[in-house]
C-alpha cells in the first residue's frame, strides 16, 4: 500500500545510503546521450536534458557536472500523493544547513545530498523515524 499519512511516512521510513557518488549533467536539446553514460534519471527542460549518472561516468566521457552528491533511498512505499513528506525532510536538512535535491519516483523517494555530509543526513533521518528530536550543535 502506498502510505499518505505524513507521521506514518515518517516513522516508518527506512533510510539506504546507496553506494557511489552521483553528479548533475545537462546535454543540449537534440544531443544525444554519451556512449558510457547509464544515467538514473532523466529530465527534459527548454534549456537541455538534465541527467543524474555516477560521477566516474561523466568524468570518462568528459562531460561538466555538478553537486558531487550521495543518493539516500527512503524505503517507504510513499505515495506520490502524499502530504508533506519531502517538505518535512527538507526543512529539517534546511536547519542542518545541508542541501538536498529529492526525486520522487515511483515507488521510493530519493535524496541526493552532498557527497561529505550524506552520513549526517543518514543521522538525521534515523532520528527523525525514531520519533526523536534533533541533536543541538
Partial sequence: MNETNLSALIKSMKPRLNAGVFVFVT?????AIPGGIAPIMMFQEAEGLTLIAPRD??????????????MI????????????????????LAEAGIA??????????????PEMRAEEVMEILETMAAGRAPRKK
Avoid at 27 to 31: H, L, N, S
Avoid at 79 to 85: D, H, I, R
Fill in 100 to 113: 538536498v535535491n529529492a526525486v520522487s519516483a515511483f515507488h521510493h523517494d530519493h535524496l541526493f545530498v
Fill in 73 to 92: 533511498a527512503l524505503d517507504v512505499h510513499s505515495s506520490l500523493e502524499a502530504v508533506g513528506f519531502l517538505a518535512a525532510i527538507a526543512a529539517r
Fill in 27 to 31: 546535454i543540449p536539446p537534440g544531443t
Fill in 57 to 70: 561516468q561523466a568524468e570518462g566521457v568528459g562531460l561538466p557536472y555538478s553537486f558531487s552528491s550521495r
